[in-house]
């Protein structure tokens, strides 16, 4: 579909007030798009796996007034950072969501999961807002037709990563030569083969920083614009997207690991090596990683790590090991974390 498939042509019938309500997950990245054009297009294709206990849920009320307004409140608390946020996104979809200026709103939003925990709150949070929209278009257009590609679309102009928390399982945001129907515009399901092992993973965040980032991930973003290794990262992670394709299928696991590690890095390499340059990870980071490097070479257990845009890190193994990796966690690695505290999730299918 094209941009301009999503402009709203529908006949709405307004009501005075009333109220939404929706729940997205959050997602986890396999292959990372670190990079990104204008208008939230990623520079290249991603792939994730998303949550199921990890998510966010949201709340609108709307009424109808002269005076478009927002305002925000996280777990009860007004947050008027947010609000901003979040109004300059309302305005800026205002064409394929044409009444979205003529109200006032009140969001309610709470995640299952702390604040600047390692799990990204932006992709569910922007997914939760963009169904709760759809939800009024259904509503004051008094039609059925719940579309989900222009919901990832909306999601996406909010939060790139959101585009992906729309959808179950494997999911691929961003065009790519190997995946046919693949768009920068809205993320799609992963359409090929998946191997049964590859849809039973486990993650586990451990939180070895609670805290805000020092450096936000749209700043990260835009250091990619003139950085000397761009070029070269996009093909990386294209080329990554064609070589995992048979290996999920296969279940191949190390192989798995090993690409998702090496995003992992990668990602964080990229960070390392930009101007201004900075680090995200953490000595407990580049601790925990080793003590799995470790861990598998002994027991040949196909337990892997991977990393957001930040310190924490994302534990993934197969649901066969869960018990075995949860005490490896639990002995080796609970110490490493800022206040002991891990997130146990798994993946959705």
């Known amino acids: 579909m094209k941009e301009n498939e999503f402009i709203s042509n529908k006949k709405y019938n307004l009501i005075d007030n009333g ?15 670190w990079g990104k054009f204008e208008k939230q297009i990623p520079a290249n294709a991603s792939l994730s796996y998303t949550l199921s206990n990890s998510f966010t849920r949201t709340k609108i ?33 205002e064409k394929y969501v ?14 299952s999961f702390p604040h600047s925990s390692g799990i990204a709150s932006s992709a569910s949070g922007f997914g939760a807002l963009a169904i709760c929209l759809m939800k009024m278009d259904e509503l004051f257009s008094q039609t059925d ?14 939060s790139g990563s959101a585009s992906r928390s729309l959808y179950k399982g494997l999911v691929v945001w961003g065009e790519n030569n190997s995946i046919e129907n693949s768009s920068d515009l809205y993320a799609t399901l992963f359409p090929f083969e998946i191997e049964d092992k590859i ?8 939180l070895v920083h609670e805290g ?20 070269q990262r996009f093909l990386q992670a294209d080329e990554n997207i064609k070589k995992i394709i048979p290996i999920i299928k296969e279940g191949n696991l190390m ?13 964080h390499a990229m960070m390392m090596t930009s101007s201004p340059y900075f680090i995200l990870m953490q000595p407990q980071t580049v601790s925990v990683i080793q003590k799995i490097w470790e861990f598998r070479n002994d027991t040949k257990l196909p337990i892997f790590f991977t990393l957001d845009a ?3 890190v994302h534990i993934l193994y197969p649901k066969s090991i869960e018990e075995l990796a949860k005490n490896f966690i639990n002995k080796e690695l609970l110490v490493f974390s800022q206040n002991k505290k891990v997130i146990h999730d798994f993946v959705q299918f």
């Open 145 to 158: 037709d719940f579309q989900t590609e222009k919901t990832s679309f909306l999601a996406r102009l909010g």
């Open 19 to 33: 109220n939404v309500s929706s729940e997205c997950p959050s997602n986890i990245a396999l292959i990372k798009y």
């Open 255 to 267: 192989e798995f690991g090993n690409i998702i590690e090496s995003e992992a890095l990668t990602l």
């Open 212 to 231: 805000e980032k020092k450096v936000s991930s749209t700043v990260g973003h835009n250091l990619m614009n003139n950085h000397p290794f761009a070029k």
């Open 310 to 312: 930040g310190a924490n």
């Open 98 to 111: 044409p009444f979205i200026l003529k109200y006032s709103y009140k969001i309610y939003t709470k995640n």
């Open 61 to 93: 009320d709307f009424e109808l007034k002269n005076t478009f307004s927002v305002s925000v409140f996280l777990d009860g608390v007004e947050n008027i950072k947010f609000a901003e946020k979040i109004e300059k996104y309302f305005i800026s979809i």
């Open 199 to 206: 849809k039973s993973f486990c993650d586990s965040i451990l």
